[in-house]
């Protein structure tokens, strides 16, 4: 998954498992030259983790947060 340093977009799933999905995503943002990120970010198995990711995305310039999970 990438990591870059200023992303404008976080790409997050629930497990790796969704990542054959989201993967669409983050591909996408690439041929548009969108710097983003993506992240495992479980609101069942860490939700304080999800907590705190929501709350710090502005203030570390994320523009959209586009999110997926699997039927779990």
């Known amino acids: 998954m990438s990591e870059n340093s ?3 977009v976080g790409v997050i ?3 790796q ?5 989201m ?4 591909t996408i943002l ?3 030259g ?7 970010v479980s609101a069942h198995r860490t939700p304080d983790w999800m ?4 709350k710090d995305a502005e203030q570390r310039g994320l523009e959209v947060i586009i999110a997926g999970a699997g039927g779990a």
């Open 51 to 54: 907590n705190e990711y929501a």
């Open 34 to 40: 969108v710097e983003h990120e993506c992240r495992v």
């Open 17 to 21: 498992s969704d990542w054959d999905t």
């Open 6 to 8: 200023s992303p404008l």
């Open 13 to 15: 799933m629930g497990s």
């Open 23 to 26: 993967k669409e995503a983050s």
């Open 30 to 32: 690439k041929e548009f």
